[in-house]
């Protein structure tokens, strides 16, 4: 306890490290200012779901009403793209509002039930679909051969619904950029049982015998950062956090190589502590320092400029209370965990100036490479997963959706790793590096 005493004295008074942590919070607190210049953007997505969030609602539909129980069965005997989309879709649909759930046939995904644009469930491969709605609940069947079925998924939905058929196909994915695609579908003649209304079909549909052919393009899902370009997400009123890490590192450097340079490591040894212990003791107070600065920046910046960008009419996409604090906590720790790593090359290499080089070269670079638009999505998702910037996951506030195929890259918002595992790769390198560093520590003379 004497020597974290004596470490966090020394450290509070040499005014150039207090003000280096002060200054890394502010630049995390006030960076977001340089990004309030474009004037103001869309406040809300186009379409938006349920529960808010930002949805793709694009399709085309031929559909009856249906205000009571009924069933619905259709085999699709044909699907494709022309851009061979593994998420085309054909199925059935009822919808009520903005509420729906939909069986269906993909390109690639084999058969999915999906409902309200979040939620998707897999089926067994087949080509016959049934929809049943018994009071508020739509049951899901795929069956290969129409005689036997197998239960998908059961669903809520309350009201008079719109049901029949539907045909969506997003735009395919082509590296960092999106081609788009049409679906061809062709489908049975629908096979009705229940309160069905006499009436005719709505919608676009071409008779093709005993059946109809469709076509569509679109989605039925949630959104994601390519859909809405101009929305912003919470991670990004972080971006402060890059300057902050190069300011951090220097002083995470110079706590120890300024000792070297002016000989003061002589007196803090012959004062008779171990020299594990001392780097020990001036990582505690390094890493403290940095994560009370940081947290304390990081709580205020999310919620204060969260409330002036949507002030300003720009869109954000939502993020629960949880997300934020995992964002605010974990951006905390990936700096207190940066010093501690440039505090341990620091006395790897003894120079500040190759030590700052190195700490940044490993950990920062590859951060803004990862950032770069243009950057191929393999490597920058590979920069993400194996240096010391993997760590910057835990700034993830976007959703990254299964059954929706998307540009999920750095530069859109996207990690390859989950947040907690982005942070350990980090702690692993600062590890190591602080591992060697009091081997050398030991073995060397000062």
Known sequence: MNLLRAEFTKFRSVPGWVRGVVGAALLILLFPLTGLGGGPGDKTSSVTGPDGQPVNNSYSFVHRPLAGDGQITVAVSKLSSEQGGPWAKAGLLMRAGSRYAAIMVTGGHG??????????????????????????????????????????????????????????????????????????AVFSSPELAGAWPVAEWAGSVVSSGAGFTMTGRGDLGPATRSDVPVGAAAGDLLFGTFPALIVIVVVGTLMVTTEYRYGVIRLSLSAGTGRVRMLLAKAVVLAGATFAAALIATALAVPLWLRVVRSLGAYVFPAGPLVLLRAEVGTAAVLASTAV??????????????AVTTVVVVTVLPYLLALTPFLPPSLAQWMTRVTPAAAFAVQQTLTRYPQVDSVYTPANGYYPLAPWAGLAVLCGYTAVALTVAAVLLRRRDV
């Open 111 to 184: 058969v999915r039930m999906q409902h309200d644009y979040l939620y998707d469930k897999a089926g067994p491969a087949a080509r016959w679909l049934r929809l049943t709605r018994s009071g508020d609940t739509v049951t899901g069947e795929a069956s290969a051969d129409g005689a036997r079925w197998t239960v998908v998924d059961k669903v809520q939905l309350s009201g008079p619904v719109q049901a029949g058929l539907f045909v969506a196909c997003p735009s395919r994915i082509r590296g960092i950029g999106i081609a788009d695609d049409t679906a061809t």
């Open 341 to 354: 790593l440039a505090l341990s090359v620091g006395v790897i290499l003894r120079r500040s100036a190759t």
